[in-house]
Antibody, heavy 112, light 112 residues
Framework: EVQLVESGGGLIQPGGSLRLSCAASGFTVSSNYMSWVRQAPGKGLEWVSVIYSGGSTYYADSVKGRFTISRDNSKNTLYLQMNSLRAEDTAVYYC??????WGQGTLVTVSS | DIVMTQTPLSLSVTPGQPASISCKSSQSLLHSDGKTYLYWYLQKPGQSPQLLIYEVSSRFSGVPDRFSGSGSGTDFTLKISRVEAEDVGVYYCMQGIHLPPTFGPGTKVDIK
């Protein structure tokens, strides 16, 4: 069964850093394109970043230069390193394999 | 970025009755490979989004046949032939032809 489990969210002060993890099972992360999508409280969906099987990465303008997507093939895990966090980064962060499935999400709250 | 719009933004439906959601994109989603990269997701209350329809009209595995997608170019429609209680949630269209992938604002469907 294909499964994605995110972790690493929490409460962080503005300007701080967090690393989200997305542990995958039932498939190989490096053989698929993997994305991060976020959803601010009560709001819609916003694509954040993607890493393709070949290693190319792309970012939304809103996070470019602050967030880094990566993967550890030995752990079959996707990551999102988030630096210089802002209040507007507060959201549930989902990882997704290709178009589906999505994980259950991890909440990041940026607040002092 | 491609802007996705949806109408209506909310819909209250009597069980057993049909429902229809419109999605429009600011640019054509028809790729030179002949495919149209328009997707529909449903986010049920408290859950992560789940893929319903890919490439305009193909139902994802396990999706009931009461869901159907249609359209071309920039205009698309999701139809539910007979709404059931389990269909409540927020429906999002998404374009995948150009980075960044962008989502519509969502259509909230509830039961009368």
């Amino acid at each position: 069964e294909v499964q994605l489990v995110e972790s690493g969210g929490g409460l962080i002060q503005p300007g701080g850093s967090l690393r989200l993890s997305c542990a995958a099972s039932g498939f190989t992360v490096s053989s698929n394109y993997m994305s991060w999508v976020r959803q601010a409280p009560g709001k819609g969906l916003e694509w954040v970043s993607v890493i393709y099987s070949g290693g190319s990465t792309y970012y939304a303008d809103s996070v470019k230069g602050r967030f880094t997507i990566s993967r550890d093939n030995s752990k079959n895990t996707l990551y999102l390193q988030m630096n210089s966090l802002r209040a507007e980064d507060t959201a549930v962060y989902y990882c997704a394999r290709d178009l589906t499935p999505w994980g259950q999400g991890t909440l990041v709250t940026v607040s002092s | 970025d491609i802007v996705m719009t949806q109408t209506p933004l909310s819909l209250s439906v009597t069980p057993g009755q049909p429902a229809s959601i419109s999605c429009k994109s600011s640019q054509s989603l028809l790729h030179s490979d002949g495919k149209t990269y328009l997707y529909w997701y449903l986010q049920k209350p408290g859950q992560s989004p789940q893929l319903l329809i890919y490439e305009v009209s193909s139902r994802f595995s396990g999706v009931p046949d009461r869901f159907s997608g249609s359209g071309s170019g920039t205009d698309f429609t999701l139809k539910i032939s007979r709404v059931e209680a389990e269909d409540v949630g927020v429906y999002y269209c998404m374009q995948g032809i150009h980075l960044p992938p962008t989502f519509g604002p969502g259509t909230k469907v509830d039961i009368k």
